[in-house]
Each structure stands twice: as C-alpha cells, then as structure tokens.
C-alpha cells in the first residue's frame, strides 16, 4: 500500500518517518512538507491508497478537500487544526500575537524558536533541522497558521484522530464543533499515539 503525509509546521520529516514506520510498518510511506505547491507534488506522484495530515497538513487538507478525494478514497487527520489562533473560536488554544512573536522569532534565532515550540507542543526528542526547510517555507506556514480557517464540517468518510491532552487545540470544542473526531485518551499533540489509534481503525 502507498501512503502519502502531509507533515505540520517545521516538524523534521527524519523523525515524522520514525512515527509513522512503528505504526504502519507494511505500507510504502512518502512525506510532504506543509508547502505552497504541497497538492500539485502529492498529486503528481499519486496515485494513493491512503492520505493523512498532521496538525497544519490538516488545514491544508481541509481546505482542498475535493482535489483530496479525488486522489484517495481514504483520508486520516491527525491533530486537526480549523483554526488556529484563540480569537477565532474554532479549538484553537494560541493566541494571534503568540504566532507573530514566533514569526519575528524564526527570522532571528531559528533554532531556539522551533526548539521552544517542539517544547510547547510536547513533540518529545523532535530536534530543530536548520537545513532540509528553507525559512520561507516555515514562515508561508506561520502565514496559514494565522490566518486562515476551515468551517466545521468534514468529509463523510474522513477519519480524524485528536489527543486529549493536546496543548494547541481544544479537544472539548473541536468535539462540539465536530463530533466524528476520536479523542484518544491520554494523548498531546504528538503523531505517534495519534497514528496508532488510526492503525487500530485501519481496514
């Protein structure tokens, strides 16, 4: 089987790759950064038998969800984000002036403002990779983190996975607003509990 991920902001794919071979250890895996030409590399290199997205990969899913689902019949977001900032009132737990600090803070010290998120979004042993994105790439990102949003409402046969304990969103209100969203129990914002609850679904 051939999977395609589409990663969330500034996370290393050489430690995305090592959460997702323990889940899925029988599919062949192929990563995508959360760029602005993310759909046309995805679809360029389909077809897929699965798609998922991580924490910004989500949004960016969301917000092109029919060209999705024209290239998978299956589709997973993991750590789903409608919206990002406090303000907009979609789950998001980090307010608007925080994503522009960590903008301004990238553009000076690049490796203790990922450092520090990593640290925040509780990413254990995810170390800052000063190489493989470039930094207009990051801060593209950063833009779509604060500005953007996706109404409630998911594809029908689109599963969705959140932690409980996640530091960047609400699990309490993304379940109002989206009640097929599976709270796994215990969980942060990290992939890996994530990922092995979709496994366990996986058919």
Known sequence: MRFAWLLGWAVPESWFVTQVLAAFPF??????PASPDWLAQMSASGPWDAIAGYS??????LREAAAVGGLTPRVALLAPVLAFPKEAGLGGKVKETQ?????RWLKSDRTAALEDFYARAGLIECEADNTTTP?????????????????????????????EFDALMDASVLMRL??????????????????????????
């Open 27 to 32: 599919a062949k895996h192929s990563f995508f």
């Open 56 to 61: 910004l990969g989500t949004q960016l899913l």
């Open 99 to 103: 994503i522009r600090y960590l903008s």
């Open 135 to 163: 930094a207009e790439v990051l801060l593209w990102g950063l833009e779509r983190l604060a500005n953007d949003r996706v109404e409630p409402g998911f594809p029908a046969d689109w599963r969705a996975y959140m932690g």
């Open 178 to 203: 989206e009640p097929s969203i599976v709270c796994v129990g215990g969980a942060t914002h990290h992939p890996g509990s994530l990922m092995r609850a979709w496994a366990a679904d996986f058919v």
